[in-house]
Every structure is written in structure tokens, then in C-alpha cells.
Nanobody, 123 residues
């Protein structure tokens, strides 16, 4: 059974940094062979794409990232990362890791999801 488990969320001051991790299990070379993404959802808002990492390394970022976030992966560790710098209060949300067999910017397309990790930015 495929599972995605996020970690690394927390509370930080505006301008601070966090690095989220998502460990995949239950599949074979999942992080290597699946399209991986980070989404986020703030209270009262729809889930939105943050970053997508395709199997061949192409990355896509939401406009609001503005060069502050970096998506990456470690195939050997079956782990997806999201490094977030210059965090703003508007970045406060639950952050979700997702995986799919094809690339999409829409959350509805993704088949596998983690439980989420909370990011809270104050200031």
C-alpha cells in the first residue's frame, strides 16, 4: 500500500525558513518514477499547487513562490523535499505531498496523498 508521510512543518517568524520532507513507501522506486508535487491549503481556501517535480527533473512553481521555494528529491531515500525561504504570513497552510503517474498542476489529478504538515508563519 503506497503511503506518503510529510514532516518538517512548524511555526516560524516571517522571513524564516523551513524544509519539508515527504517519505514515500509501498511502491518501487516511487519518487524516481512518479510525478511528485507539493500542494497547500489554508483554512477556507481551495487546495493549490505549490511545486511539481516531474520524473525527468522539470520543475514547475506557483507564481506566489517567487523564487523562495525549491522542490527536490532524493531517489535513494525515497524522499521529496520542499525548501522554503523568506516565508510570509500568507504561506500559512497545511502542506501536502502528492504523487501521480502523470504530471498535472491540478490537485484533483493526484492519486496519492500524505496527511499533511502544518506551516504557520507569524509576524
Amino acid at each position: 500500500r503506497i503511503q506518503l508521510v510529510e514532516s518538517g512543518g512548524g511555526s516560524v517568524q516571517a522571513g524564516g525558513s523551513l524544509k519539508l520532507s515527504c517519505v514515500a513507501s509501498g511502491g518501487y522506486d516511487m519518487v524516481y518514477s512518479y510525478y511528485m508535487a507539493w500542494f497547500r491549503q489554508a483554512p477556507g481556501k481551495e487546495r493549490e499547487m505549490v511545486a511539481v517535480l516531474e520524473t525527468r527533473g522539470k520543475t514547475t512553481y506557483a507564481d506566489f513562490v517567487k523564487g523562495r521555494f525549491t522542490i527536490s528529491k532524493d531517489n535513494a531515500k525515497e524522499t521529496l523535499y520542499l525548501e522554503m525561504n523568506s516565508l510570509e504570513p500568507e504561506d500559512t497552510a497545511m502542506y501536502y505531498c502528492a504523487a501521480n503517474t502523470y504530471s498535472s498542476l491540478r490537485p484533483q489529478a493526484y492519486r496519492y496523498w500524505g496527511q499533511g504538515t502544518q506551516v504557520t508563519v507569524s509576524g
